[in-house]
Antibody, heavy 121, light 107 residues
Framework: EVQLVESGGGLIQPGGSLRLSCAAS????????MTWVRQAPGKGLEWVSV???????YYADSVKGRFTISRDNSRNTVYLQVHSLRAEDTAVYYC???????????????WGQGTLVTVSS | DIQMTQSPSSLSASVGDRVTITCRAS??????LNWYQQKPGKAPRLLIY???SLQSEVPSRFSGTGSGTDFTLTISSLQPEDFATYYC?????????FGQGTKVEIK
């Protein structure tokens, strides 16, 4: 069964850094599009970043220059390095797999359980 | 970047009601539009992809229509398990975006 398990969240002071991890099982991370989506408490979903099988990455404007998505193929794990954290980055961060349908469409088919990042002094 | 706007933000409905949620893109996204359902404390679940294709194991009371900038999600007969928040999401551009969500509550 496909599983995504996030870790690395916690309480961090404004301006601090964290590295979120997403360990995948039953599929190969490097052969798939992988994405991070976050959700602030009581708020909606916000797309954060994506990494393509070839290594290309994209970011939401709200995190560009502060967040970096990467992967470790040997560990079958995706990471989100977050820097210069602000109060508004407080959220549950979900790791997810993007499925590429043969008809040419992309959608998220598997999600992790999420890891909470709280930015507060 | 492409912005997605859903309406209404919330609605109250009864079991058996027909419910329609709309989603508008700030520019044409063809039919690169997905719909997700999220229940409290849970990760979202895909309902519809490519604007109108039903994901496997999703009940047929869910349907999606639209193309270009305007899309709708319809629940033909609301069931107790359908009370949740629904999000549209565009996959047209390299930078994705979700709508702000529509919360469907019990009347």
């Amino acid at each position: 069964e496909v599983q995504l398990v996030e870790s690395g969240g916690g309480l961090i002071q404004p301006g601090g850094s964290l590295r979120l991890s997403c360990a995948a099982s039953e599929f190969i991370v490097s052969s798939n599009y992988m994405t991070w989506v976050r959700q602030a408490p009581g708020k909606g979903l916000e797309w954060v970043s994506v990494i393509y099988p070839g290594g290309t990455t994209y970011y939401a404007d709200s995190v560009k220059g502060r967040f970096t998505i990467s992967r470790d193929n040997s560990r079958n794990t995706v990471y989100l390095q977050v820097h210069s954290l602000r109060a508004e980055d407080t959220a549950v961060y979900y790791c997810a797999r993007i499925y590429y349908h043969s008809s040419g469409y992309y959608f998220i088919d598997y999600w992790g359980q999420g890891t909470l990042v709280t930015v507060s002094s | 970047d492409i912005q997605m706007t859903q309406s209404p933000s919330s609605l109250s409905a009864s079991v058996g009601d027909r419910v329609t949620i709309t989603c508008r893109a700030s520019q044409s996204i063809s039919n690169y539009l997905n719909w997700y359902q999220q229940k409290p404390g849970k990760a979202p679940r895909l309902l519809i992809y490519a604007a109108s294709s039903l994901q496997s194991e999703v009940p047929s009371r869910f349907s999606g229509t639209g193309s270009g900038t305007d899309f709708t999600l319809t629940i033909s007969s609301l069931q107790p398990e359908d009370f949740a928040t629904y999000y549209c999401q565009q996959s047209y551009s390299t930078v994705w975006a979700f709508g702000q969500g529509t919360k469907v509550e019990i009347k």
